[in-house]
């Protein structure tokens, strides 16, 4: 779950994990122009997309509370949980998917290569034992996953190299920028695309207020993309048990969000 505006004096904004899901998902249908690549197998790379967190439901109707009795987002939750939805995530991908599942296990097994450096630098061994099994077999998977999809003519030349390769890049950076967009994160930051010459090129995004962002250079079609997913309006910021933040949440009034995503060309306009 992604907290918008935590600041906020009226209250927070929250957004599940799978409406997070549908708004990258609304930049991959758009992903790819006369310099960017498109996925190679497009409906499956927009279903890893769309469907790489789908894990969370549950969590996200009760999530955790911290100390402080505030929700555990993304970024304050404990490891043991995470690994268990991201689990849920590639297992409800595999439903659907074999190769969407692949794409989503990889893009765990790299965050979770993340993860781990974090701990091994704090110095909790124990926790870095877990995630590093976890790295191990996701990769498990997507080879496992990797060699029966071989034989399939569809997937042959997609499970290695550049195209697996652009394929994950595009999830990683659909992930990255509705994450980014979530949080109401501060600042520029950068996200990776492949180019069709072949090249891994940074792609910066600036913020130009108002929920209007900037990438340059546009990966994307046309000149500008309109996003939008659903945020519940939370009146309070903690909570004294998981039950009362359930009956929050369901009672919480829903809203929708909008963000722009802007080309070079289209700032100022």
Known sequence: MFVFREDDASGPWVISQNSHAWMAWQIARHWGNRSFSRPSQRAETEAAVLLHDCGWSEYDRGPELDEEGRIRTFDRMLPRTHLRLWRASVSGCEDRSRYAAGLVAHHFSRLSGRKLRDLMA???????????????????????????????????????????QCNSLILGACD?????????????????????????????????????????????????LV?????????RKAFHSRESCRKALEAAPVHRLDFELLSPSEVGK
């Open 176 to 224: 990255r920028l509705s994450v980014f967009l979530c949080a109401s994160m501060s600042g520029n930051f950068e996200l990776r695309g492949a180019t069709k010459k072949r090249e891994i090129v940074p792609i910066r995004v600036e913020d130009c207020g108002d929920r209007r962002f900037s990438l340059s250079p546009w990966p994307l079609e046309g000149k500008r």
């Open 227 to 235: 996003l939008h997913c659903e945020a519940r309006h939370l009146r």
């Open 122 to 164: 704090a110095g909790e061994l124990a926790e870095a034992g877990k995630v590093q099994a976890f790295e191990a077999e996701m990769e498990g998977l997507r080879a496992g996953w990797r060699e029966k999809l071989g034989v399939d003519p569809r997937y042959a030349d997609a499970l290695d190299g550049w195209a697996f």
